[in-house]
């Protein structure tokens, strides 16, 4: 029977995604929940991550799919090819109800339901020049607009996730909770990195949750739009969302940062932080940057972690209030303020065509809603962590963790006392403490807009 999808989803696959692709899976009606998991070489983590969403609630389970891409290029090595097999072996005598353990017989149990996307036999894998998470995500995401079912009401939610992450037991109750009393279009879930994971750089993994932590708080604490993490197995958006900025973006790294960014535009990325998910601390090959590459790097001592010097916060808060101001009615005010903020703010501007711009935007936009779009469209995320950059290489070096944390807390008047690396207490401890405090202070930085 042919399945009918409202116009707008039909119009979104007939522009917009591939049809190379087909879902495996048992068609059933009342799907309202679509959890994408890409997989490329992750056969050990697939019956892990399964095992901790089949704790949810079955009532949620019931109204849900878990879709599995199962990926690799044609150039990718056997072993990561062979892998791939197992997992689709495994996956589809999941399927079929035939498990051959008593773990995936007690996943079975809990009513979790499956789907299976093969983009790695011959034939199906992903083309070299576009392999990559991107894909993988958008062919997943894509095809979640199939499973759902229409007629009846309510939100129809798509949740991003990682093969190598486990969740909570209220996972799923706390995202269709938020979504449908909060009337939410996008959200991120709160996230922790699995510390105890073994085989792990502790110090690194620490570290590096620290960095993102820092510059999120920062980014808080200045009121930008885009003050939230892109942490690919914590993105939530309902389809139509989804619908309105495109789809996923296909880049094979950072197509977390951009989906989001693109979101951001349109919506409030809103915080859930009723729920977890973990992510693993691994170190990994999959993308040249992200915590898998921070981790390589860090344990092969190719590159310390540091801080943003919290000064670019208090120039970036200065250059959003600004922008947002009635001065930002000229460029040549708004540039004049620029410069009195701080010179190389002002030479960022100049360097990144601000003025012809500027007078572009005020040109054609009719509205005062047209021109805050705008202003969000010039200086998005990406542009914020250009100048960010530009600051830094320019007036403020980044600087170690201890010094950064310290300048920070200054800053954003956040009060904290640390017991420093001794016979009781190790740099592992203090990192922690500082990690603690950090969510701590995003915690209170968000409370003024979106946490549920």
Known sequence: MLKIYPEKVA?????????????????????????VIPAIYEFENIKRVLLSLAKNDKTCLQKAIVIFVINNSVSSQQEVKDDNKFSLKFLRAFMRENPSDHLSNQIIQSGIRIGLIDATSKGKEFDDHESGVGLARKVGMDTALQVFDYSTPGKKIIISLDAD????????????????????????????????????NRLGIISYEIFLRHYVAGLLFAESPFAFHTVGSTIV????????????????????????????????????SSTKVRPSARESWRVPFGTGRSMNDFSSNR?????????????????????????????????KEAKAIHPELYNFLEIR???????????????????????????????TLKLIHHLRDTSFPMIDIDSGIEKLFQV??????????????TIVNLYFDYLSELKLLETRLYKKTNDY
């Open 237 to 272: 958006c309902d389809h139509d969302a989804y619908l309105k900025v495109g789809g996923m973006n296909t880049k094979k790294a950072a197509e977390d940062f951009y989906f989001l960014q693109k979101l951001a535009k349109h919506y409030t990325i809103n915080r859930i």
């Open 412 to 425: 954003v008047q956040h009060s904290a006392k640390f017991e420093l690396p001794g016979e009781k207490s």
């Open 165 to 200: 992450c486990v969740v909570e037991p209220n996972y799923l109750d706390e995202i269709i909770n938020s979504f449908t009393k909060n009337n939410l279009f996008v959200a991120n879930i709160e996230f922790e990195h699995n510390f105890s994971e073994d085989g792990i």
């Open 353 to 383: 065509g601000f003025s012809m711009d500027w007078e572009k935007i005020l040109e054609n936009s009719k509205s005062v809603k047209q021109l805050d779009y705008q202003r969000k469209n010039w200086f998005d995320a990406f542009e």
């Open 303 to 335: 590159k310390d972690i540091s801080l943003y010097d919290a000064d670019v916060y208090l120039i970036l808060k200065d250059w959003l209030e600004l922008l947002n101001s009635d001065l930002s009615l000229t460029s040549s005010l708004i540039l």
């Open 11 to 35: 119009d979104y696959f007939e522009k917009k995604s591939s049809k190379r692709w087909n879902l495996e899976w048992a068609e059933i009606s009342g799907i309202e929940i679509a959890i």
